[in-house]
Structure formats: C-alpha cells, structure tokens
C-alpha cells in the first residue's frame, strides 16, 4: 500500500465553507479512481505548534504504487485540484510505502 498525505495552508480570504467543499471534492474521489482506497482529513489539532502556517491535512490510501500513479493524471483528480488548488497558499505533498 502508499500512503499519499499532505498539508494545506489556503489563502486568508478562502471561507471555511470553501474549505469544506475543497475536502468533500477531494474524499468523493473515493470509489471514482481505482485503487484509492480512503481518504481522511482534518485541521491541524497538535499543542506542539510545529504546522509552520499549514492548517489541514489529509492521508490517502492507495492499494499500489502503480494506482497512485494512475490517480495523479486521472481526469477525477485533475477535476478536483480546478477545485482545490486556486485556494492554496502553500501545499506539501508526500509519499510513502506502507
């Protein structure tokens, strides 16, 4: 499995309604692309203070590396990032076997 997990910091004027439709967009990608498997996401929660401005994250699950790498192009996620990606300040996306 691979686990696809990022933090977000959006734009200050970027509503949390707006934040809300950004995940929904994202999570409905389950069951639309093969081989994502989940999605989870939240705000930033820790007392440590160690977020460097990123106010979300989220973790998805994927059941290859080759269906994260058909997700990446796939008409879906490109969709959803028209979506997500003018609301973002700042993005870090990361990857890893599980």
């Known amino acids: 499995m691979v686990r696809h997990f990022g933090v977000f910091q959006f734009k200050p004027a970027v509503t949390e309604e707006q934040i809300a439709f950004c ?3 994202m999570k409905e990608m389950v069951g639309q692309i093969p ?3 989940d999605m989870e996401y939240g705000p930033y929660n820790s007392t440590e203070g160690l977020n460097e401005g990123f106010t979300h994250g989220f973790v998805m699950t994927f ?3 080759a269906s994260r790498d058909a997700y990446l192009p796939h008409p879906v996620h490109e969709r959803a990032k028209e979506v997500v990606v003018p609301k973002l300040e700042r993005v870090v996306v990361f990857d890893i076997d599980v």
Do not use: E, S
Request: aromatic share 12%; hydrophobic share 45%.
């Open 35 to 37: 081989g994502l498997l």
């Open 23 to 25: 995940f929904k967009t």
């Open 63 to 65: 059941d290859t590396l």
